[in-house]
Nanobody, 124 residues
């Protein structure tokens, strides 16, 4: 059974940093497209925005234009874990952040597996 367990997140002032983690189990970790989407307040499930994804096992990375240069996706293969380091956070980054696996990069509707979500709140 595939499981994606997220941790991290929280509240921070604008300009601050946070890191969220996603640990995967139940599938062969390496070679999957895995990463982060977010659902901003007032947005519907179908409006989840791709933030950063990667092909695990050292593959390509993808970022949305809104986070490029501020967020970094990385992994620890030994722990089957993907991280999202978020720096210089802005109030518009406030959202529930979801980990997802097995899909087309940055296309939320194609991902088969999802974590439970973790809240990130950035105050001005």
């Amino acid at each position: 059974q595939v499981q994606l367990v997220e941790s991290g997140g929280g509240s921070v002032q604008a300009g601050g940093s946070l890191r969220v983690s996603c640990t995967a189990s139940g599938f062969t970790y390496s070679g999957y497209c895995m990463g982060w989407f977010r659902q901003a307040p007032g947005k519907e499930h179908e409006e989840r925005e791709g933030v950063a994804v990667m092909y695990t096992g050292g593959g390509a990375t993808y970022y949305s234009d809104s986070v490029k240069g501020r967020f970094t996706i990385s992994e620890d293969n030994a722990k089957n874990t993907v991280y999202l380091q978020m720096n210089n956070l802005k109030p518009e980054d406030t959202a529930v952040y979801y980990c997802a696996a097995d899909g087309i990069p940055m296309v939320a509707g194609t991902f088969d597996y999802w974590g439970q979500g973790t809240q990130v709140t950035v105050s001005s």
